[in-house]
């Protein structure tokens, strides 16, 4: 009974002793990290991993040094010390040891013996965010582009094809981002930017050459509530392509006439020959005259309603009319190419063309080109006496230049005719600069076939 006793006494004992040790182990271990970066940590690569604070500090100034204020950010040509950019070693490895004392005695053991990197930190970058800000408004204004729509003009012999152009505005948080996250010795931001599509592209414009048909149908330009209903309808359809063997329908495209979408109220003739006021007056015109367009285009009318009150703009029996879901006027492109509604009101005056496909017709397209090319720099060399032999120190990285052309293109009948040079712009490259020591250069020149070129 007494050795049963002391031999729980023993295991109490032992367990209270194992307990206290692996706390006081813990504690220590939690302490000595504390004021120490957890193995594994790297700064942009960078390995401080159990080095103390100023060890840390070191290491970073020694292998991240802070950039010479004259080195080039190319975009518009900055210069760091333009915009007052500092790198501060000391606030990020205070982020590193920060991210050591939130973790566990036990996920601190596990990482002591694994090879595995525990976490990358982004060297901490200060700069005058409105000098930074100012550039960038600068650069916005330089490569702003504003999205234009593919389109097409005529005359008697030629049809001409003017290409799209995506949209292009600089997003400017997402550059100055880059420029925060950006490695070591980088020495070009790359902007980045919002890009937006056109909504009519070049090749929607394949196989239009030549007009099929127009229609003119007059209206009274002093009744301005019906003048505005037949501009917005006309608008509506211009420029409208159906591509073979499609449907177009009239209801579907201008979609319902309210006072919302811009439609006006006004007196219109119903079927039972009442006046009425509705959104709907002048869009019969609209739906008349294109209908006689499309019949002389000799296109198929899949539906069709005959007004029944004469019309003075529209002969009789070639009128249409259009009201609701149940009166609509459709047509296909029977055809084997695309074809196009153009639809433009002049001086009282509605006209309606279809566009289409004629093989005689010869068709001439403009489009824009750019040339670039990028010229990496070239190395300078610096003697340093105090440097050891074989040590190459890069003092500053260099920039690349680059030029540029921009060349408008006119093509006829896919085969370019003629090439304008409209722009051109040139940047010289900055030189590399590197130290060596001068042993190293004497060496290095016995061996080279050009010998190093020294600043």
Do not use: W
């Not at 930074?132 to 702003?144: M, T, V």
């Not at 090749?203 to 149908?217: A, E, K, T």
């Not at 019949?295 to 002969?315: D, M, Q, S, W």
């Amino acid at each position: 009974m007494n050795k049963t006793r002391l031999t729980s006494k023993v295991i109490l004992i032992t367990v209270f002793q194992l307990i206290v040790c692996i706390s006081l182990s813990s504690f220590a271990l939690k302490f000595y990290y504390s004021k120490v970066v957890l193995p594994g940590i790297t700064v942009q690569g960078v390995n401080i991993g159990s080095l103390t604070y100023s060890q840390a500090v070191e290491k970073l100034k020694q292998d991240l040094p802070y950039p010479s204020p004259k080195m080039i950010l190319q975009v518009g040509l900055i210069k760091y010390g333009e915009i007052q950019y500092t790198t501060d070693y000391e606030a990020t490895v205070r982020e590193a040891i920060k991210y050591s004392q939130k973790l566990s005695s036990r996920q601190i053991i596990k990482l002591m013996f694994s090879n595995t990197k525990t976490h990358d930190f982004v060297l901490t970058k200060t700069y005058n965010d409105k000098i930074l800000n100012e550039i960038l408004d600068k650069a916005a204004s330089q490569y702003y582009e504003a999205v234009q729509n593919a389109y097409i003009s005529f005359d008697e012999k030629t049809a001409t094809v003017f290409q799209d152009t995506y949209g292009r505005k600089l997003d400017k948080e997402a550059s100055i981002q880059k420029f925060i996250s950006s490695p070591y010795g980088n020495t070009y931001l790359a902007l980045s930017f919002q890009i937006t599509e056109p909504t009519r592209k070049t090749p929607d414009y394949d196989g239009i050459n030549s007009r099929l048909s127009l229609f003119v149908s007059d209206f009274d330009v002093n009744e301005t509530d019906r003048t505005r209903n037949i501009e917005l309808a006309s608008e509506s359809i211009n420029n409208v392509i159906i591509r073979p063997g499609e449907v177009f329908s009239l209801n579907k495209t201008l979609g319902k006439r309210t006072s919302e979408a811009g439609y006006r109220k006004t007196l219109e003739n119903t079927y039972d020959v009442d006046l009425i006021a509705s959104h709907e007056a002048g869009i019969c015109q609209v739906a008349g005259t294109l209908y006689n367009a499309v019949c002389r285009a000799g296109l198929t009318v899949v539906e069709k309603r005959i007004n029944p009150v004469p019309v003075p703009y529209i002969p009789e029996n070639m009128e249409s009319v259009i009201a609701d879901e149940n009166n609509d006027f459709k047509f296909a492109n029977n055809t084997s190419k695309n074809i196009l509604i153009a639809s433009q009101i002049h001086q009282g005056e509605l006209k309606i063309c279809i566009m289409g496909h004629k093989g005689s017709t010869p068709v001439r397209q403009i489009k824009t080109e750019k040339e670039r090319y990028v010229t990496s720099p070239p190395k300078q060399y610096v003697l340093d006496p105090t440097l050891p032999p074989g040590l190459v120190i890069i003092r500053n990285p260099g920039s690349n230049g680059y030029a540029m052309k921009i060349y408008e293109v006119i093509l006829k009948n896919e085969r370019e005719i003629d090439r304008i040079l409209t722009a051109a712009i040139e940047i010289e490259p900055e030189p590399e600069l590197l130290a060596i020591s001068p042993m190293r250069s004497t060496i290095a020149n016995l061996f080279r076939k050009e010998p190093l070129k020294f600043k």
